[in-house]
């Protein structure tokens, strides 16, 4: 009796102990990111009355004959299956899609690293990225280029960072030329380019049709320049566009087209059989000798920023040629300038589902800041709760993989949302009613035992 008495006193602390962890699961049915916990019982072991034995002459074997000493708490696991998720519209509220956790750190060095799922962020007064108790979160950095890095460091959006200006390097020609065109139509055409410092001017062309060969079918046009204008000041250096055509910067192109409309042929070369390249070349030795009203600049004033080598044709650049037709249409044939830029200063950012920042400029240019770093592990139940939403790695939980989301099996990020508790509310009360009904059934026992005893006493009256 005294056996059945410890027995059911085991399994009294024991259910305790499971309505303790159940108790906490349903605290934290709202808490971003929990995991919640899963209790398992086992045996503690069994007095042995008699041993088992073997069939001997025409006797057969028997069983042993146990009696069990209790119940013991077998294991109190952390399931980590993916919650719900919620969403805030919060650009820095993240949630995890699948497998990995967030880094954060306390540590100045960044040595000292914690594990979450929680993705509450927000910004402090510095830039930096942290968790509602202030852990920085970190990723990746990323070079002045916004190319991303193996550097791990904490993500900080700098809000006075800046995006350098950049040169343009290639303009492109795009559109129709009208094949009804008559010979000497002439159009002015313009796009805008950048220097080193960002400062911006108007390349002006003119294209002219100058021949029609009616026996094989062949449209010749020709492409000058007429114009560079400094937009800043108004100030411009203006070619001379007569049959005396030869410019320091662009000599005058021939393009030619077929009975097809297909552009076949440029400055001489064909394209179905040689390589072409042209260039608008030395842009950083022009001088702007003509102000906005006309009159003359001497001397005469240069770039104040340098310039690259503009390709404009380039049969390794299929875009650059195959974008030009000649049909009859109306002309719609213009110059664009595929790069280049002013400088600018962060305007906002955005985070994408790889987990890389994106600093959004002034001058509509964008730059990675950095990329979000996630970590995983072999065995995510062998992480050890600290509370704060926080897990740290341990000797069985395997060593952290780190990584960026949405590549080598780690999940995608989705940032203006979080994920939640995925602690089930009805399964919680189903469990606890069943708690509490072996609760009552090992304080039976008590309660039974303690009436045999006392039977056992008043034998003696």
Request: aromatic content about 8%; glycine content about 12%.
């Amino acid at each position: 009796m005294m056996r059945s008495m410890y027995s059911a006193v085991s399994g009294l602390r024991i259910h305790q102990g499971k309505m303790d962890v159940i108790g906490n699961n349903i605290a934290n049915v709202n808490t971003v990111g929990f995991k919640k916990g899963q209790v398992t019982f086992q045996e503690v072991f069994s007095q042995v009355v008699r041993g088992a034995s073997a069939p001997t002459g025409g006797k057969g074997g028997t069983n042993p004959q146990q009696v069990g000493m209790g119940v013991a708490m077998g294991s109190i696991n952390t399931i980590h299956t993916k919650g719900p998720g919620q969403r805030t519209d919060n650009p820095t509220d993240l949630m995890i899609d699948g497998e990995g956790f967030f880094v954060v750190s306390d540590d100045q060095n960044l040595n000292n690293r914690f594990f979450t799922r929680a993705g509450n962020f927000s910004l402090d007064r510095d830039g930096n990225l942290v968790t509602a108790d202030g852990y920085k979160v970190l990723g990746y950095a990323a070079d002045e280029n916004g190319e991303i890095t193996t550097e791990i460091t904490n993500i900080r959006i700098n809000m006075s960072e800046t995006k350098a200006p950049t040169s343009t390097d290639r303009v492109e020609f795009r559109g129709n030329l009208d094949s009804r065109s008559s010979i000497g139509e002439r159009q002015s055409i313009d796009t805008v380019v950048y220097d080193s410092l960002g400062n911006s001017y108007t390349l002006t062309f003119n294209i002219e049709k100058v021949g029609h060969d009616e026996n094989n079918n062949l449209h010749t046009w020709r492409l000058t320049l007429s114009r560079i204008t400094d937009r800043s000041t108004g100030y411009y250096y203006q070619v001379q566009t007569d049959e005396n055509y030869d410019d320091q910067f662009l000599p005058a192109l021939e393009l030619v087209f077929d009975g097809n409309g297909k552009l076949v042929s440029i400055d001489g070369s064909d394209l179905a059989t040689e390589d072409v390249e042209v260039y608008l070349s030395n842009l950083s030795s022009v001088g702007f000798n003509t102000d906005k009203d006309g009159g003359t600049i001497d001397p005469p004033t240069r770039p104040s920023g340098s310039f690259r080598d503009i390709v404009l044709f380039d049969t390794d650049i299929q875009d650059s040629i195959k974008g030009i037709t000649q049909y009859a249409n109306e002309m719609g044939f213009k110059p664009y300038a595929m790069n280049g830029n002013t400088s600018g200063t962060l305007d906002g950012f955005a985070i994408d589902a790889t987990g890389t920042v994106v600093g959004v400029f002034t001058n509509g240019e964008r730059k990675a800041l950095g990329r979000i770093m996630l970590a995983k592990f072999d065995n995510p139940m062998g992480l050890q709760k600290l509370g704060g939403n926080l897990f740290i790695d341990t000797r069985n939980s395997g060593e952290p993989q780190y990584g960026g989301a949405s590549v080598g099996g780690f999940g995608a990020i989705s940032p203006g949302n979080l994920e939640m508790s995925n602690v089930d509310i009805a399964l919680e009360f189903t469990e606890m009613i069943t708690t509490q009904r072996g609760f009552q059934a090992n304080s039976r026992i008590i309660t039974t035992s303690d009436e045999m005893l006392q039977e056992l006493v008043n034998m003696k009256r």
